[in-house]
């Protein structure tokens, strides 16, 4: 049962640089997440996405953008890298059961862009 | 608005000794709290969440949270802490209001634990 996976586990861009982080559930959840993870500041929202073909922003969506052309995969896109964007990049996927509902995460994607 | 603020960004324990990470939350209505655990290099693991149903929560690996309202807090124990649960620790907050399941984080507690 792999739950969510996250491709690639690590990655060292140039700035100015374009890349896709690609995250697959095996779940059949409905909703799915990315979310950055920052020292001090625990994991901010960056797009989420209710369904198949939907995509919304979240909190710090600058830079970045997503698409959900299939429900199981859900891609980050950066199209120009900046240093600011180095961090620990998190996809998540949950049911829409409601606020009672727990979020499953996958490992974790390590960006340093230089 | 919800959120939450984890008081302690480290906290240092010996093994065998118990363990608190606390947590207070702020919310306009009845909140839904979760605790996650990120152990070195991996992802999120649920520990527990408050569902309403009772205040006190056990979750997994002897850890538990008690909701007190009163206090807006959820803090996190374990009677005897092992090397095993040296981690960094999420109170999170759910909140429903913009139709989907928003998590909010907190800035996270850096569990050490110490033979």
């Known amino acids: 049962n792999a739950g969510v996976t996250q491709t690639p586990k690590f990655r060292v861009l140039k700035t100015g640089q374009s890349m896709t982080l690609l995250c697959a559930q095996d779940?059949?959840?409905?909703?799915m997440y990315w979310y950055r993870q920052d020292p001090g500041m625990g994991l901010r929202l960056i797009h989420y996405?209710?369904?198949?073909?939907?995509?919304a922003k979240g909190e710090v969506p600058d830079g970045y953008n997503v698409s959900r052309l299939k429900k199981q995969n859900f891609l980050l896109g950066l199209e120009s890298a900046a240093p600011s964007q180095t961090s620990v990049y998190f996809c998540?996927?949950?049911?829409?059961?409601?606020?009672?509902?727990?979020?499953?995460f996958g490992q974790g994607t390590r960006l340093t862009v230089v | 608005a919800q959120s939450v603020t984890q008081l302690d960004s480290h906290v240092s324990v010996s093994e065998g000794t118990p363990v608190l990470l606390r947590c207070n939350y702020s919310?306009?209505?009845?909140?839904?709290l979760f605790w996650y655990v990120q152990h070195p290099n991996k992802g999120l693991q649920l520990l527990l969440k408050?569902?309403?149903?009772?205040?006190l929560v056990k979750g997994i690996n002897g850890f538990e949270a008690e909701f007190k309202k009163s206090e807006t807090s959820f803090h996190l124990t374990k009677p005897s802490a092992h090397m095993s649960d040296a981690a960094e620790y999420f109170c999170?907050?759910?909140?429903?209001?913009?139709?989907?399941?928003?998590?909010?984080f907190g800035a996270g507690t850096r569990l050490a634990v110490h033979p």
């Open positions: 998540a996927s949950s049911y829409p059961g409601g606020a009672y509902t727990e979020a499953f």
């Open positions: 779940m059949n959840h409905e909703y």
């Open positions: 996405s209710v369904g198949e073909g939907t995509t």
């Open positions: 919310s306009s209505y009845s909140p839904s």
């Open positions: 408050y569902t309403s149903a009772a205040t």
């Open positions: 999170v907050v759910s909140d429903p209001a913009g139709g989907y399941n928003k998590l909010i």
